[in-house]
């Protein structure tokens, strides 16, 4: 099943801070970020597993919290380069396993004006 | 290093015509997918490859849809025949290693795709 992601469109200046969110109704196993750019094709940015916090790409961190089965993207300091559509991905937990497969959310729509 | 690999960049063809994409994934990367994505929503998958072996399929309607993957490595996509709800964008993506292995390593690198118009 799909995950939700909220909000749907966030607009910024540079150097504000965005939260994006990121809810299933299954048990996961990971989560997953990524952003595509208008045109282009979507890039990695982190996983989360069970908990852990990972700080993976520029000033961009995100949290996974297990029991409430969801996943949170934090933007701090925002530039002109963040805009564009953040998307998760959840990965089922089958009794602290996985599924092995990857159902992205509806995405998230963000644009950073100077 | 390259990156996945993908062609035609855009095709349009009539209802009921086929069309066939064609993907190579980065060297070395076992696990291959196959998204669709409409515009205005999240990639949804199609098919996974785990070398030359089909690990889900679960979504790919099978009636018009095929998929393959030669000797592990290349993979084509194919559609056949069209129909008006196929527009979309379809993005093949590779990994090092398949999901649920632990998370190093399983992210996916997603090619430019192929926007397919079908009127």
């Known amino acids: 099943q799909q995950p939700v992601q909220s909000p749907q469109a966030v607009i910024l200046r540079e150097g504000e801070d965005a939260v994006i969110n990121c809810s299933s109704s299954k048990a996961l196993y990971s989560v997953h970020w990524y952003r595509q750019k208008h045109g282009e094709a979507p890039v990695f940015l982190m996983i989360l597993l069970k908990g852990g916090e990972q700080k993976g790409h520029e000033k961009i961190s995100a949290s996974f919290n297990e029991k409430k089965q969801q996943s949170s993207l934090y933007l701090t300091a925002s530039q002109l380069s963040y805009s564009g559509t953040y998307f998760c991905g959840t990965e089922p937990n089958a009794g602290g396993t996985s599924y092995g497969k990857l159902t992205f959310g509806q995405g998230t729509i963000l644009t950073v004006h100077p | 290093e390259a990156g996945v690999a993908q062609s035609p960049r855009y095709k349009i063809i009539e209802k009921r015509q086929s069309v066939a994409f064609w993907c190579n994934p980065i060297s070395g990367h076992a696990t291959l997918y196959w998204y669709q994505q409409i515009l205005g929503q999240g990639p949804k998958l199609l098919i996974q490859?785990?070398?030359?072996?089909?690990?889900?399929d679960s979504q790919l309607p099978k009636d018009r849809f095929s998929a393959e993957r030669l000797k592990g490595v290349d993979s084509t996509l194919k559609i056949q025949p069209a129909k008006l709800e196929d527009s979309a964008v379809y993005l093949c993506?590779?990994?090092?290693?398949?999901?649920?292995?632990?998370?190093?390593?399983?992210?996916?690198?997603f090619g430019q795709g192929t926007r397919l118009t079908v009127v």
């Open positions: 993506a590779s990994s090092p290693r398949r999901l649920g292995t632990g998370g190093k390593n399983t992210e996916a690198f």
């Open positions: 490859f785990q070398n030359n072996g089909v690990v889900d």
